[in-house]
């Protein structure tokens, strides 16, 4: 039977590393606290946020929204910052690898760079060989978000808001953005989208933090065993853009129905894990989209026990292995990162959708409002 996250947190109590399990029920949690984390070039100023409640740690930037630390209890309740990341700010600015930011305004691939709406072309950022990612070359994940802090009875947490001009990466109309990060008593982390706009254009906002339930620099997340609640995934070309197929994923590698160790299946030779180099594709989560958060993913590290949960509205899931790292960064454990030392669980719409009619709309108009929610629950046992 599973430890109960009460039982983890009074472990952790009882070895007095922190104080983090008494707030854990504490009738409001602190407000969190902000300590500079450097400048741009430019002169503008980035902070980092402190923020704690039910025996979940966080520290998240200004600076593109990133989560720079998630601190998790394992089994016993000893610590560990389970997100790959940086302890420099200049590092996130050299770094094209995502680590923990918010991605817009397109999260993934759109083919090309270009797509059409209502009549119209439009040409976007292209950064990534012929193609535009995660909303091109100055997408959200460069950018320095207003950030208000919250303590109440949802939770402890950060709004943080950007306003995308129109026009921005090639992207057509004003996009005003909303991206709450919520703590809640249990330590769920939420994180809940919202936006509009002020002309017909494309939204697909995602979170892209690399997972090590281990804890970051501890080696390759190969043994964490993984279950996605998809039958069918989205098959990719030799670019990494899906061809619009919808394939099953009985008897491929890509069948997690059931949980099973990420690297059980990483080299057997499947044509589609070979050309990304591992795994690095859109799966059709069953319950498609909802008005709720549904289940999708359940990732477990058997050495701390750590546990993650997620559930969403969104219809797909990114599920990426850390393929292109390559020993050339650093994390805050001073150990480099390399091929699978991290992965990405990016709740999302699917790839390449602009371009693609039978996939999920990411249309959104004048009068409407995008949502979407995707939470985060630990455990550990």
């Not at 254009?201 to 996605?228: I, K």
């Not at 990483?266 to 799966?283: C, M, S, T």
Request: hydrophobic letters at 35%; proline letters at 6%; one cysteine or more.
């Amino acid at each position: 039977m599973e430890t109960s996250r009460r039982t983890v947190l009074t472990a952790a109590a009882a070895a007095g590393l922190t104080a983090a399990a008494g707030t854990a029920h504490a009738a409001r949690p602190a407000t969190p606290s902000k300590e500079p984390f450097g400048t741009l070039p430019d002169g503008t100023k980035v902070h980092r946020w402190s923020l704690e409640n039910g025996g979940t740690r966080m520290k998240v930037l200004s600076y593109g929204g990133i989560v720079q630390s998630l601190e998790l209890p394992d089994r016993h309740g000893r610590y560990a910052n389970v997100s790959l990341g940086f302890d420099d700010l200049t590092d996130y600015l050299d770094a094209t690898t995502y680590f923990g930011a918010l991605i817009g305004r397109y999260g993934n691939r759109v083919a090309g760079g270009r797509f059409t709406l209502d009549g119209r072309s439009y040409q976007l950022s292209v950064n990534d060989g012929g193609n535009s990612l995660h909303g091109g070359a100055q997408g959200f994940d460069k950018r320095v978000w207003d950030v208000e802090p919250f303590a109440d009875r949802s939770g402890v947490g950060l709004v943080l808001r950007y306003v995308s001009a129109d026009g921005e990466m090639g992207y057509p109309g004003t996009l005003r953005t909303k991206v709450t990060y919520t703590l809640t008593t249990g330590g769920d982390w939420r994180v809940a989208y919202a936006a509009t706009t002020d002309r017909a254009t494309v939204v697909n906002l995602t979170q892209h933090t690399y997972f090590n339930l281990a804890g970051e620099g501890s080696g390759d997340v190969l043994g964490h065993e993984l279950r996605l609640d998809a039958s069918r995934f989205t098959p990719t070309d030799a670019t990494l853009i899906p061809t619009g197929e919808l394939a099953a994923v009985r008897g491929t590698p890509f069948d997690f129905r059931r949980a099973k160790p990420v690297g059980r299946d990483i080299r057997a030779g499947h044509e589609q894990v070979v050309a990304a180099r591992g795994y690095d594709h859109n799966w059709v989560l069953d319950k498609g989209v909802t008005r709720r958060p549904g289940p999708c993913a359940t990732l477990r590290d058997p050495e701390s026990g750590r546990t993650l949960r997620i559930a969403t509205t969104e219809p797909g899931v990114q599920f990426y292995s850390g393929n292109f790292l390559d020993g050339t960064l650093t994390g805050p454990s001073g150990r480099t990162y390399r091929q699978g030392d991290g992965l990405c669980l990016e709740t999302q719409h699917f790839p390449d959708s602009p371009n693609q009619p039978a996939f999920p709309s990411t249309v959104l108009r004048p009068g409407e409002a995008y949502t979407s929610t995707t939470v985060h629950r630990f455990s550990a046992a």
